[in-house]
């Protein structure tokens, strides 16, 4: 069944995909980690695989750039191809000096200046938290292979770059992020 942005079938995907938003990322991960690995899906240059990953079928396909991009096939994946489990993975810019470049960051809530929430119409603010399960999984493992990692929160933005020309640096939005401990700025 396929969809406006996704032309693939209902059981094309895994229950779990990964999603880096550069579709040649999506392309690298398959060619690097899995075996069997398929195309099943290249509409508009979003390339989506499917293959095996040490046996267990996993699926990798990009996401574009921003909330917009990754909501659209999130949501897709979701509804209409029994996805379960989506991990985002690729680049951030750091705003802590302890965090640097190669270092893994796992988010473990993410903030927000985006109004892309607003269409759930809540009557609050929904803090996005990661599942705690996943999370401990993933930091364990961090320190198993011996990364380097930093566990804290992230800003998901509608800007990469946030500097304001009129604003002092103590009030860019980097600097204020940063105060509160936030590890990151990335777009989903």
């Known amino acids: ?21 550069d579709p040649y990322r999506s392309a690298l991960i398959a060619e690097s980690f899995l075996s069997e690995a398929r195309l099943v899906n290249d509409v508009r240059g979003v390339r989506g695989y ?3 990953y040490k046996g ?9 750039m921003g909330m917009p991009s990754i909501g659209i096939y999130s949501y897709e994946l979701y509804k209409f191809f029994g996805v379960e489990n989506i991990i985002r993975v690729g680049s951030a810019g750091s705003y802590s000096r302890n965090v640097k470049v190669r270092d893994i960051v796992i988010a473990m809530g993410a903030c927000t200046d985006s109004a892309y929430a607003s269409q759930f119409n809540l009557p609050g603010t929904f803090a996005p938290v990661a599942d705690f399960n996943l999370l401990e999984t ?5 320190r198993e292979l011996k990364f380097n990692f930093h566990v804290g929160n992230v ?7 946030g500097d304001s020309a009129d604003l002092p640096k103590a009030e ?17």
Do not use: C, N
């Open 155 to 161: 800003i998901s933005s509608d800007r990469f770059y």
């Open 1 to 21: 069944m396929s969809t406006p942005h996704i032309a693939a079938e209902k059981g094309d995907f895994a229950k779990t995909v990964l999603m880096p938003g």
């Open 56 to 64: 267990v079928p996993v699926s990798v396909m990009a996401s574009g």
């Open 50 to 52: 499917t293959g095996l």
């Open 172 to 188: 860019q939005p980097q600097s204020l992020w940063g105060k509160m401990g936030v590890l990151a700025v990335e777009m989903e």
């Open 138 to 142: 993933a930091v364990k493992k961090a």
